[in-house]
């Protein structure tokens, strides 16, 4: 499998990053490390911290300090799930019960802060005020993306422009900063720096199109969520947006009503115009140009084994079924 080759890679790094995670969710309050180490170990591929490995790695960075940001950035992202499940109301991830299920929403997004404290802390111990910026900066920005995307959220006059503005803040922001400050780490030139945040912007933006494909194609238990989960919250998503500008008058009346006031009844009916449409095949498209974009961005690189596995990173995130 492509991911566990990808993994391999940087294998010996990946062990210190979950050591460092697993010591670093120690607290004196059980429930914290409970439910911290529910959702980090419920099974999630690791591929913010193993994008911030790869690219120290590709830029030719040797020391230790990657360890510890992929880690960070493995905690910002945790903490995001902890929050999004809460605000979504979600009752499962990953095939198993959210954290907001099993232990209620207050010691979900408590824990959550907790985590993003951590990150904080652990962050500050590189010194480097480069990657804190980077980091700070995505944080503020993936906090602004929730917001927008509650804003859109039960609007089916959403835009693609505004879609792509939410995934790029709330989704592929945490990619980029996870591409670029491994770049920073190796004292690379700025140019190369910005190549690598734009290979990490374009990655996340492609994860966030197939997420949303696949919310369309995957059964629940594969994909670790139910079936039009995101149609169930009522958001715009491309396929939907999609189908909105291009489907027969009687679907764009379906679709409108199903994100305005979303209920299990239409699901079905939704899912088969999407999948009649070409909605899947134009996400699909749209996701295979970012990859394109993610790749071209590193093509200054040096070539090197652990360019090639910058490149086999991204053909992952565009050929992955869950």
Not at 3 to 14: C, E, G, Q
Not at 38 to 48: A, C, F, Q
Request: glycine letters at 6%; charged letters at 20%.
């Amino acid at each position: 499998m492509l991911i566990t080759r990808l993994k391999h890679v940087v294998s010996n790094d990946l062990n210190k990053v979950d050591k460092l995670i697993m010591s670093s969710l120690y607290s004196d309050i059980p429930l914290i490390q409970d439910i911290g180490k529910y959702i980090i170990n419920g099974g999630g591929k690791r591929l913010r911290p193993l994008l911030v490995l790869i690219s120290a790695n590709a830029c030719g960075y040797s020391g230790e300090q990657q360890v510890i940001l992929a880690a960070v950035i493995e905690f910002i992202h945790t903490a995001t799930l902890l929050h999004d499940d809460v605000v979504d109301g979600s009752m499962l991830r990953r095939g198993n019960a959210t954290a907001n299920n099993k232990w209620g929403n207050e010691a979900a997004v408590l824990v959550g802060d907790f985590l993003y404290s951590r990150a904080f802390q652990l962050m500050v111990t590189t010194k480097n005020i480069e990657v804190l910026r980077i980091i700070a900066n995505a944080t503020n920005t993936i906090a602004e993306g929730e917001v927008l995307q509650l804003l859109y959220q039960h609007n089916p006059e959403t835009s693609e422009k505004n879609y792509l503005h939410v995934i790029r803040c709330k989704t592929a922001k945490l990619f980029e900063a996870a591409a670029e400050v491994g770049a920073v780490l190796a004292n690379t030139p700025p140019h190369i720096q910005q190549a690598l945040a734009q290979y990490g912007l374009h990655i996340g933006t492609a994860y966030q199109l197939i997420d949303d494909l696949l919310d369309y194609q995957s059964d629940s238990e594969e994909f670790g969520k139910a079936l039009g989960n995101d149609l169930a919250e009522g958001k715009p998503t491309l396929p939907l947006i999609y189908l909105l500008q291009h489907g027969s008058a009687e679907q764009k009346v379906l679709v409108t009503g199903a994100i305005s006031n979303p209920s299990g009844s239409n699901l079905h009916a939704v899912q088969h115009a999407i999948m009649n449409s070409g909605a899947l095949e134009y996400t699909l498209a749209f996701a295979k140009r970012e990859i394109d974009l993610a790749k071209q961005a590193i093509s200054e690189l040096e070539a090197s084994a652990h360019k090639n596995t910058a490149l086999d990173l991204a053909d992952f995130v565009i050929n992955r079924d869950h």
